[in-house]
Structures are given as structure tokens and as C-alpha cells.
């Protein structure tokens, strides 16, 4: 069994590092570990209570916004873009009224394999009480639109897509390999700031909460 992590924090590292010890070393299981690790520099923030969980299974709350408004969004962050992330929270909060809550997507293969797993059981099992997935629980009370951004291509956080509510639009890296600054790799393959604020505007007047007129406008401004 292949569990592949896209980190995003050091703690974060050091609770799959632990975890891939343990499975390999103390319990002898016939896995295997792959961690994709940045070389970026930035701060990294303590660990947040009760989120080792959410790490290990792929996806927890890392922070939310807590001025609440009427317009609702969530981002799926994957390692060093969480920043862009972030950034867009505060963007999307001070200028356009929207909140958005930032999350830390460590996996989308292992929540991707869970979730297909309680639908392998609940159709082998139709008159059982019906199996919940670790993303259908964490996700069945959160209102609003869903974002996901990183560094790879977006067919691998697109296959999470059918078990969010609503949906899941994503902003990845297709596209032909470049090399140039971070920051224009980011403005080309749209995944910095300014092209997640549009993404989450865009997926709100696909909603109605907005009017694409609203949309056209943030994207000359920013």
C-alpha cells in the first residue's frame, strides 16, 4: 500500500514520518511511504490541537475565518501553495466580503481510497446502516464553495470531487514544465493569490451569490 503526502508544515511532516515509522517498523505492515518535501522558505506555525487525525487521513481545518459573512467559500491547500491560500483568505475577507476558510490537503489518494472503499461496502451491504467516508463527515456541515489549489495537476485533487457538496473546482499545474521565478510559474499556471480570489468569486456566481459582472470586475482589478 503506497500513502503519498504532500505536506505543507513541519509539524505536519513529523506526524507522517511517526505514523509511516510505526505502520513499517514497529507493526511490520506491508506499506510504504512517499512525501513530497518543498525548498521553499517560509514559517512554519505550531500544530494545532486534535488535527494529527485529519493529517493522516488527508484533510483538516487549518484555519478558519472567523468574521462570518454571507458569503461562504473553503480552499483546499496543498504544501508550500497553503501560503497562496492564505493570502487569498485575507484578500477574499478585506476587499470582496466573502469568508473563507483554509485547508491543509495532505492526501487526496488516501481520502480518495476511503471514500471508495465505504461505497465498495455500502453497495456489497445495501440493508446495513451505511458507511460514511473521513471527508464526507469532516465536510456534511460546511456551507459554501470549494476551492483546491497546488503545485500538481488538478486531475489529482479533481478525484475527491464527486464526495464534496457541490463540488470541487481545482487550480493546478497543467500545462506544459517551465522554469522561472516562483512567482510567475504561479501567475502562469494560476495558482497564486489573485487566480484563487477569482476561482472562489467565479464558483460563487455559479452559485448565484454573486453576478458575473461582480467576477469580471475583480479580475480587471486584481
Not at 96 to 115: C, M
Not at 194 to 217: M, P, R
Request: hydrophobic share 40%; proline share 3%; with cysteine.
Amino acid at each position: 500500500t503506497l500513502y503519498t503526502y504532500d505536506p505543507a508544515f513541519f509539524y505536519e511532516i513529523a506526524v507522517i514520518i511517526k505514523q509511516g515509522l510505526k505502520e513499517m517498523y514497529v507493526d511490520n505492515k506491508d506499506v510504504f511511504y512517499y512525501l513530497t518535501i518543498g525548498n521553499e522558505n517560509y514559517k512554519h506555525p505550531p500544530m494545532p490541537i486534535g488535527c494529527e487525525e485529519g493529517i493522516l487521513k488527508g484533510l483538516y481545518k487549518f484555519k478558519e475565518n472567523q468574521t462570518k459573512t454571507k458569503l461562504k467559500a473553503h480552499i483546499f491547500g496543498s504544501g508550500s501553495i497553503i501560503n497562496q491560500a492564505l493570502e487569498a483568505q485575507k484578500l477574499l475577507s478585506e476587499q470582496f466580503n466573502v469568508s473563507a476558510d483554509v485547508w491543509s490537503a495532505t492526501n487526496y489518494k488516501q481520502l480518495r481510497t476511503d471514500a471508495l472503499r465505504c461505497e465498495r461496502l455500502n453497495m456489497l451491504n445495501p440493508t446495513k446502516k451505511a458507511k460514511v467516508s473521513y471527508l464526507e463527515k469532516v465536510l456534511k456541515d460546511e456551507d459554501g464553495v470549494f476551492v483546491a489549489v497546488s503545485d500538481n495537476m488538478k486531475i489529482v485533487s479533481d478525484q475527491i470531487s464527486k464526495w464534496v457538496p457541490g463540488g470541487l473546482f481545482s487550480l493546478g499545474t497543467d500545462g506544459f514544465g517551465r522554469s522561472e521565478t516562483r512567482e510567475k510559474l504561479r501567475r502562469f499556471f494560476e495558482i497564486d493569490v489573485e487566480c484563487i480570489v477569482i476561482a472562489v468569486l467565479y464558483q460563487l456566481s455559479l452559485k448565484g451569490d454573486l453576478s458575473f459582472n461582480d467576477v469580471e470586475k475583480a479580475i480587471k482589478k486584481l
